[in-house]
Structure formats: C-alpha cells, structure tokens
C-alpha cells in the first residue's frame, strides 16, 4: 500500500501520485470497525469492477481533536495502527489529510473543487453519516449534487449487529466499561495497543510473576481498569498472557496514569526495548487494593488459570 500526506488545496505536479482513476473512500476510520469495513470493501468491489485503485482518504489529526473535543486526543487506531489495518484490508492507496484550523474552513464546494477533482476520482465512498467542509456542512446528498456527474457517489447504510449500529462510540463505550467481548464484535477482531517494553519497579519478578511493562506508542483508548486475558506479539510470534492496566493501589497512592503490565505465560526472555503489540481477548477482572503481598499474589493466580482457561475455549488467531 502507498502513502500519501496531502495538504488543501492539490495542486499538480507536486501531488502528480495523487492523480490518476480511483474508487476513493473518505472518512476518519478510528477503529475501522465492520461498519468501516463495509465501506471500505464497497471500494475495494467496485475499484476492481472498473480495474483501477482502491483508495482511502482519511485525516489527521482526528477532526474532533481540533474542535477541542478531548476524548478524541485517545484514539481507538492512531495513524500507524490505522494504515496497517487499512493495508490488511486490500487497500491500495491511502492519502492522510492534514486536518488542521485553515482546512476547517473549507467549504463543501470547495473540498470538491480542490481536492477530489485534481484526483481524478472515479467513484467517492462514503458512509451514510458522513460529513465535510465548514462545520460538517456537506452531506452525502450535497456530495451527489456536487459532483455533478464527473464522479459517482456510493452512499453505504449504517452496519447493524445484534440490533445496534456499529460505530466508534460505542466501540468507545464497551472499552471503557471493560466489556472487552462486545467491543471485539463490534470491531470484528481484538482491539489492540501497541507500545515498547520498558523497564519497571521489577516488583512482579520478585513476587514470581514477572512483567512486560508497555509505554504506549501513541495515544491510544486504555480500557477500563483491570486485569485482562491477552494475546502479546513480540518479536514476530504470539504468546497468551494476563495484563494490569491499572494504578497499583496495592503499592502506590494517587497514581496518575494507569499502567500497562503484562505477564506472558512460559516466557522468560528479554524483551526490553521491542515494540510489541497487545489483543485483548477478555476481561478478568476490575483492580483492587489487596491486604498485602500473599494476597496480591494467590489473586494473580486465580487470573492466571482464569486466562488459561479462556485460552483453551477461545481460537485466537495470530
């Protein structure tokens, strides 16, 4: 897959790769959950109909992030998360949009004019709430209108699962709440973090269950405090394992950023310093402050054969 950054307005020849037929798909995508994903695969269908690219226009930073809407400054994918799913996915182009305060005042005629008909698009994508230009003026409607039969506008319905619609928010909500397996579904794998392993308090070595402490990559959504069942890639291969995102109330008072420590079952190399990423299969359990040591360590235990339990019911796929 190609990338792309493109600032408004295109102007050829400095963004010449940005100009041939395509099937473009614009949205934001944080998750590219399976409403995305049908959104994205229309493209895919159709760009192979007509045998040229399948491409995703998409922003950055998150336009909620701009307009000062703090809980968009956490992302269910940050960029490099975003591109890799959007790659596995058959794309063949991606372009990330500089979304910043000048861009905002685009208007819908505007983002037609300059930046989708210097792309020579084919056929634009969209999902059925989508919006752009001056304060999400433009609609898919006005998108029809606009393009004024020089491309073709597909509008995708919402994705519905088990009589909800699929969406970032209630990805959102389900990570937040520590339900784990419903925000799987609705992403249609794991939801995963990604992040290096660095060195800790060595606590958990002392107690017998030795940690892979994880400094997150980016701003990624950290789910609800707890202790999870995971899957860890590391070095090209998966291991199951136990994770606390948490504030160790056991040892530290008023902690303030949670923490991300991951035990990995029959695994005793060192990994300082790798970058791994993070499934989280299901939840355990929420943290709590234990009486002291013995305590803390029968309950890691207890999850531990919780997880290796789940593990042998569950088919997690590398």
């Known amino acids: 897959m190609q990338s792309t950054e493109l600032n408004y307005p295109i102007t050829a020849p400095s963004s010449s790769s940005a100009m041939k037929p395509q099937v473009l798909a614009i949205g934001e995508f944080d998750g590219v959950h399976r409403g995305h994903q049908e959104v994205i695969k229309r493209a895919r269908e159709r760009a192979d109909s ?8 998409t922003f950055h930073p998150h336009p909620r992030e701009v307009l000062g809407q703090c809980k ?7 960029v490099m998360a975003k591109m890799q799913l959007l790659e596995q996915l058959g794309v063949d182009d991606t372009y990330l949009v500089s979304f910043n305060p000048a861009f ?17 698009v084919n056929t634009v994508i969209v999902g059925f709430d989508f919006t752009f230009g001056y304060r999400g003026a433009g609609t898919p409607d006005d998108l029809c209108e606009l393009a004024q039969g020089r491309f073709a506008v597909e509008v995708i319905r919402p994705f519905h699962q088990n ?58 959504v950290i789910p609800e405090l707890g202790v999870y069942a995971i899957q860890c890639h590391v070095n090209g291969q998966a291991y199951n394992g136990v ?11 008023n902690l303030e950023k949670p923490t991300l420590e991951a035990h990995l079952f029959d695994f005793s190399e060192s990994i300082y310093g790798s970058e791994v990423s993070v499934d989280f299969i299901s939840y355990i359990r929420p943290e709590r402050k234990f009486s002291g040591v013995a305590e803390l360590v029968a309950q890691i235990s207890r999850d531990v054969e919780q997880a290796k339990q789940l593990f042998t019911s569950f088919v997690v796929l590398d």
């Open 50 to 57: 007509l045998h040229i690219s399948a491409s995703i226009m």
């Open 72 to 78: 968009y400054t956490n992302l269910l994918t940050p």
């Open 104 to 120: 905002m005042q685009v208007t819908p005629e505007e983002f037609v004019e300059n930046m989708l008909i210097p792309m020579q």
């Open 163 to 220: 009589g909800y619609k699929v969406s970032s928010t209630m990805v959102r909500h389900h990570l937040n709440s520590g339900e784990i397996e419903q925000a799987n579904a609705l992403l249609g794998r794991p939801y995963s973090i990604i992040g290096k392993v660095v060195t800790g308090d060595g606590r958990g070595r002392t107690i017998g269950f030795p940690t892979a402490n994880i400094d997150l990559s980016a701003a990624f």
């Open 243 to 253: 994770m606390n995102v948490g504030k160790k109330p056991t040892f530290v008072e």
